[in-house]
């Protein structure tokens, strides 16, 4: 049995994936311990998983004036600390890391300690933590197509996403039997991320009466603290009552992609990956303020690959009519489900839970001779 720690806190886009993953390390016998944060987002999410053990880390994100960054240094000297004791009271046998504040303390205490360094990078440009420490790195894992500097190809594996076991594609009339959706003509599902997005909430509100009258039923995902569950409703062009219902929070998300016709969605990379996970045609809209604009260039892939459309922030004026035509275009529709099959076209958690096994036993070969240096 080895002793995984999994730095995975701070979003959605990097708890869901380090779930995943140690989900698929635990079904073959390993021991994980997940590093959060402790914002709520992270608290809503693991409530799923009790299964899995969960250590809250001190920390915050490198943001904001000059006093919130003299704050974070200290925060993060407080989080290095803290990751040391940790490192040495449990003694494991890799550390895997997945981008934001909580990575980047435990990847210094680690590789101050000798333990194998694992890096995850879910974004087509990678992130400041995955930069900053990457040639501390045993190992990173990137999307296909992109490119670190100055990492030794060794290093380097593209396996993807790691999307979580309990995100599947389903039929659509088994998804809407599941959440409870009825919808007599067309389903649009929007999406805004782990955080939410107010100016995607913002346009269902001001759009679904035009959306309601084209016989489009909306099922929207706010984000937590953005609204309060309710539904709203208006009539289509024959008197047909269409519904808008308004979610803060879903822990099944697979089934609320597959019931979709159509999702508009931020373009995080935990979400375009649940997207195609779930064979659901979009639109994306990247958050203009992303780090490195990081979203624009997710967003771009993905339209590269013919899996959906993208549409930025500036253009929202468009978007009512653009998803109307979309969503009753089966032919163009059909062509996004075929290519997301195609991206969907191995198991991510399978190859990372096997090579962070392999990289747990690097140090014991290397010891006997049998192994180079990889770093």
């Known amino acids: 049995m080895r002793k995984i720690l999994i730095a995975c806190g701070g979003t959605g886009g990097h708890l869901a994936p380090g779930i995943a993953v140690a989900e698929a390390l635990e079904a073959k016998g390993h021991q994980c311990q997940l590093f959060i944060s402790n914002k709520q987002v992270d608290s809503a999410l693991i409530k799923k998983y009790p299964h899995l053990t969960f250590l809250k880390s001190p920390g915050r994100a490198f943001t904001g004036g000059l006093l919130s960054r003299l704050s974070s240094v200290w925060s993060f000297w407080c989080s290095y600390r803290f990751c040391r004791k940790l490192v040495r009271q449990h003694a494991p046998d890799v550390v895997l890391l997945f981008g934001g504040f909580v990575s980047v303390g435990l990847g210094l205490a680690a590789r101050s300690t000798g333990v194998p360094v694992a890096l995850h990078e879910a974004n087509c440009v990678p992130g400041k933590s995955i930069r900053l420490m990457k040639r501390l790195a045993n190992r990173i894992y990137l999307p296909d197509g992109v490119r670190l500097r100055n990492v030794a190809p060794k290093v380097i594996r593209y396996y993807g996403y790691p999307v979580r076991a309990d995100v599947k594609h389903l039929l659509k009339a088994d998804a809407w039997e599941r959440l409870d959706i009825k919808a007599p003509r067309k389903l649009l599902v929007v999406i805004g991320g782990s955080q939410g997005a107010s100016s995607l909430n913002t346009w269902v509100v001001k759009s679904f009466p035009k959306l309601a009258r084209a016989g489009i039923t909306v099922y929207c995902v706010t984000g937590l603290g953005k609204s309060e569950l309710h539904t709203v409703y208006e009539l289509d062009k024959r008197g047909n009552e269409m519904s808008a219902t308004y979610v803060p929070f879903s822990e099944n998300m697979g089934e609320v992609i597959s019931a979709a016709d159509l999702v508009i969605s931020r373009a995080g990379a935990g979400s375009i990956a649940e997207i195609i996970r779930c064979r659901a045609p979009a639109i994306l809209i990247p958050y203009p303020h992303a780090a490195d604009d990081h979203q624009y260039a997710n967003a771009q892939m993905h339209e590269q690959h013919g ?42 958690c399978k190859r990372i839970a096997e090579d962070i096994i392999q990289l747990s036993l690097e140090p014991i070969m290397k010891k006997a001779g049998l192994l180079e240096s990889t770093s």
Do not use: C, H, P, V
Request: proline content about 0%; overall charge negative; hydrophobic content about 45%.
């Open 307 to 348: 899996a959906g459309l993208q549409i930025n922030e500036i253009d929202l004026s468009r978007l009512t009519d653009e998803a109307i035509a979309l969503i009753y275009n089966d032919w163009m529709l059909g062509k996004f489900k075929s290519n997301l099959s195609r991206l969907d076209r191995f198991d991510s």
